[in-house]
C-alpha cells in the first residue's frame, strides 16, 4: 500500500531572514529519499504549517513532488477549522501531483462526532485523492472516537487514520473496527512499535527528520514480524524520540537539524527557540548517539545561535 511504512512528517526550513529555504529543503528531501523512507509528508504541523502562508504551503509541496516523483509517495497537509479553505486547498495540492492528503482534525471550533463526520466526507467527496485522518487531540482538543473512524473508513478515498491520540486502547479499538486494509499509522514515533504489533502499518514520524535510515529500518523490521531486531533499533534511539518532544513540536527537532548541520535554526512566531537547558538536552542525546555534527555541513557557532522569524 502507498502510505505504509514510514512518512517523515517534514520540518520546513527556513533562513534567517525567516523567508523558506529551498535549497536546504531540496537537501533534506533528497537526504530522505536516499535514506530510504516510504513516503513524504509534506506541510503537516512539524512543518509548521500555520505559520506558511499558502504560496509557501504549495512551494514546499510543489517541491516535494518534483523530488519524489517516481520515488517515493507524498501524503500533503491540509487540514483546518474552515471545510471549504480545506477543500480549495486541497483541490491545489491535488492539481500539483500530491499522491494523498493528510488533514488534521478542526482545532478551536471542536465539532462534534457528527461535525468531524461531515467535515471529512465532504473533503473526500471533493478530491478525489486518498485520504489519511489525522487525530491528535493534545494539539486540537478533539478527538476521532472509534465509532466515527468506523463511519468514515467506509468512504472510498478515506483510506486511513495517523492516530496519535497516545491511547493505545483506542488504536486497539480502532484497528478492531475497520476494514482490513484501513491504514492505521502511529503519530507518535515511540508507540510505533505496539501499534504495529496490534496490525497498524506504521508511522507518520517526527525522529526520521534525524535519522531517517534508522526509523525506516525499524518499522521495517517490525512490519516483516522481526520486533527483537525493531527493539534493538527502538531502545537505541528512544532517547531522541523523547527529547524531541521536550518543548513543543517542531521546536525541539529543528534545533535538533541544526545541530547536525542540516538547517538554520529558525523558527516563525509563536514558536521560539527552547529554553538553553533543553537545548543542551538536545546536545547530550546527539553527542551521545553520534549524531552531533553528522551531515557534511558542520553545524558553526553562527549556525547555532537560535533565530526566530515572525
Known sequence: MMFTG???ALVTPFRRDGSLDEPALRALIKRQIDAGVDFLVP???TGESPTLTQEEHLRVVQIAVELAKGKVAVLAGAGGYNTSEVI???RELAELGADGILSVTPYYNKPTQEGLFQHYRAIAEAVALPFILYSVQGRTGVNIEPATVMRLSQIENIVGIKEASGNVSQMAAILNAVPDDFIVLSGDDAITLPLIALGGRGVISVVSNEIPAEMSQMTRLAL???FTGAREIHRLYHPLMEVNFVESNPIPVKAAMAEMGLIEA???LPL????AENQARIRAVLEALGLAGRSAAAPSAERMHA???S
Open 43 to 45: 506541510c503537516g504541523t
Open 266 to 268: 529558525v523558527w516563525r
Open 88 to 90: 480549495a486547498l486541497a
Open 224 to 226: 516483516q514480524g522481526d
Open 6 to 8: 514510514t512518512g517523515t
Open 307 to 309: 533565530g526566530i522569524a
Open 272 to 275: 521560539v527557540p527552547p529554553k
